[in-house]
């Protein structure tokens, strides 16, 4: 069995991709649809991190009935 970074449902994948870009946006980083390889790893990695800290903090709020 491999494992792979895809999403099987295009329309969580869309959601993901606009989250993505979102989070880019938030933080500065200047994420582009397509080739990015001109971004730092600490660029690319500050968005991935920033996106799992959201997902966390919306999480706790509807654990928490908010």
Do not use: C, W
């Amino acid at each position: 069995m491999s494992t792979t970074n895809n999403t099987n449902v295009p329309e969580a994948k869309e959601a993901m991709n606009r989250f993505k870009m979102e989070v880019a946006n938030e933080i500065g980083v200047p994420l582009t649809n397509g080739y990015n390889g001109n971004l730092t790893s600490a660029q690319n990695g500050s968005v991935g991190g920033y996106m799992v800290k959201k997902m966390i903090e919306a999480q706790e709020r509807q654990m928490a009935g908010k």
